[in-house]
């Protein structure tokens, strides 16, 4: 099965609330988003320009509805409180991507966030999708020695290398955007 499969096959599993805002009058496939009150989307008020990134990114979430998203974190296992994200949106498309790709589609996410177009939930797992993608690339693997070799040296606060799975979704606006679209195909 291939990777895009894969995300199709098990994005339907995608239920909880978590569109990072307050309201619980929804779900986080913002069907019911007119009893929310207008917190998960911005309204629109003009043209919105889009990168050729953000499109493709776009597009994924059209064909697949949901994309797997993590976040790297690292803690301390003598203080609970002590905790930083050291990188997130993570999108990972195989074991190999670089830290560079990683952090170029990252800001490709965050961007199509503050545009009201999508949603980053990192607390929202996809039920069933096999992150192997994310827990074994290069790049995770490469984060867990950078915190263990920071681990006993004078003020490194952490000794714990966490991920926090998630999910990316199309908010309301962002459906009617890709909605939009025409592509033509050769």
């Known amino acids: ?3 895009n ?20 009058a929804h779900g986080h496939s913002h069907e019911q988003e007119e009893n929310c009150g207008g917190c998960c989307s911005k309204q629109e008020q003009g043209p919105i320009s889009l990168s050729k990134d953000e499109i493709e990114i776009l597009l994924e979430l059209k064909e697949f509805t949901y994309l797997p998203i993590s976040e ?3 803690s301390s296992s003598e203080n609970h409180h002590i905790r930083f994200s050291s990188l997130a949106p993570v999108y990972i498309r195989t ?3 670089s830290m ?5 589609i990252g ?10 177009l999508i ?3 990192y607390d929202i797992s996809l039920q069933g999708y096999d992150y192997t993608t994310h827990t074994e690339s ?7 020695e950078t915190v263990e070799d920071g681990t006993g040296k004078p003020g490194f606060l952490c000794d714990r290398a966490e991920i926090e799975l998630g999910s990316a979704a199309l908010t309301l606006l962002g459906e009617k955007v890709v909605q939009s679209f025409h592509v033509e195909e050769d």
């Open 100 to 104: 560079e790709t990683v952090k170029k």
């Open 138 to 144: 290069e790049l995770y693997k490469y984060f867990i």
């Open 1 to 3: 099965m291939s990777y």
């Open 119 to 121: 949603s980053l939930d």
């Open 95 to 97: 074991l190999k991507d």
């Open 72 to 74: 790297f974190v690292m």
């Open 5 to 24: 499969e894969e995300i199709n096959e098990q994005s339907h599993a995608h239920h909880e609330h978590g569109c990072g805002c307050s309201c619980t």
């Open 107 to 116: 800001n490709v996410l965050k961007e199509l966030e503050e545009k009201g």
